[in-house]
């Protein structure tokens, strides 16, 4: 099992912006941020595939972006427009083709996970 190391999580007022980093060990067919909220079940917030094709949960479109450098094996989450709904710890992993050939949330699809790094949004 590959070792995630997420960072640049922290504290920030809403309206504001942070970049995770997250350090993989390898390219993988799909790379995935999710999140979890206290007292709430992880959601999958943004994919990108070994294409680069993304896709973003509804609430984040417009504001956060994926993406990854493949020389140095790093995904990336901007967030912009932070909002206190935003608040969680969050969460890289990374996974083999599915056998649909598509990328998606299902969590049960990803073998890899980091330690999750958190971000709180103040209003």
């Known amino acids: 099992q590959a070792q995630l190391v997420e960072s640049g999580g922290g504290s920030v007022q809403a309206g504001g912006s942070l970049t995770l980093s997250c350090q993989t060990t390898?390219?993988?067919?799909?790379m995935t941020w999710f999140r979890q909220a206290q007292d709430k079940e992880r959601e999958g917030v943004a994919i990108?595939?070994?294409?680069?094709?993304?896709s973003y949960t509804d609430s984040v479109k417009g504001r956060f972006t994926i993406s990854k450098d493949g020389a140095r094996y790093i995904l990336y989450l901007q967030m912009n427009n932070l909002q206190p709904e935003d608040t969680a710890m969050y969460y890289c992993?990374?996974?083999?083709?599915?056998?649909?050939?598509?990328?998606?949330?299902?969590?049960?699809?990803?073998?890899?996970w980091g330690q999750g790094t958190r971000v709180t949004v103040s209003s």
């Open positions: 390898g390219e993988y067919y799909c």
């Open positions: 990108i595939d070994t294409y680069g094709q993304k």
């Open positions: 992993a990374t996974g083999y083709k599915p056998p649909s050939g598509n990328c998606d949330f299902r969590q049960g699809a990803y073998r890899n």
